[in-house]
């Protein structure tokens, strides 16, 4: 009799040790557990003197004789942002994390998250970034069958800090 007690209590602690073991598996992984989740990979450090603070792209498509948008997905760490530019044929703006500004000349600057969409008009002098406490991730899709970007003058810090607009 006291052998198939054994057996049972040895058989139960088995059962509920391989039940710890698989939730542990399903659990979710802590940041400090994982690398960074992104829909994209980050990919390299722009290093051209285009952006102010630290900027990286990852070049999804390259424009070519069949479409002529290129598509880039790119990281703003916080306070990060482009100079004032434009672009012939105008651009898309898709943010897919994080809190970004958006502002074209002569207009309040505008706050993007997750989600939001923006129209770039063709040749209107604009900017966009991440916001000074929260790092931005956006897709550009920018068309190229008038030309390349052309790129102004840096986005001051005064122009960064004005308040959003509306």
């Known amino acids: ?8 209590i040895l058989f139960i602690i088995g059962v509920v040790s391989l039940s710890c073991n698989e939730q542990n598996k399903s659990a979710p992984i802590s940041p400090s557990e994982s690398q960074e989740s992104t ?14 603070g630290t900027v990286w792209l990852e070049n999804l498509i390259q424009a070519d004789s069949l479409n002529q948008n290129s598509i880039g997905s790119v990281t703003f760490e916080p306070g990060a942002r482009s100079k004032w530019h434009t672009h012939p044929a105008g651009q898309i703006l898709l943010a897919i994390d994080g809190v970004g500004y958006y502002q074209e000349k002569g207009q309040p600057k505008k706050i993007l998250r997750k989600g939001d969409a923006i129209k770039c008009p063709p040749d209107v002098p604009h900017w966009h970034g991440a916001s000074s406490n929260t790092k931005f991730i956006q ?18 810090d005064k122009e960064y800090h004005i308040e959003p607009g509306i």
């Not at 009799?1 to 049972?8: E, G, P, S």
Request: proline share 0%.
């Open 39 to 52: 829909v994209f990979a980050k990919g390299k450090q722009v290093t051209n003197d285009n952006f102010t």
């Open 139 to 156: 897709v550009a899709i920018t068309g190229r069958e008038k030309g390349e970007t052309k790129w102004l003058e840096a986005v001051t």
């Open 1 to 8: 009799m006291m052998n198939i007690k054994n057996t049972i």
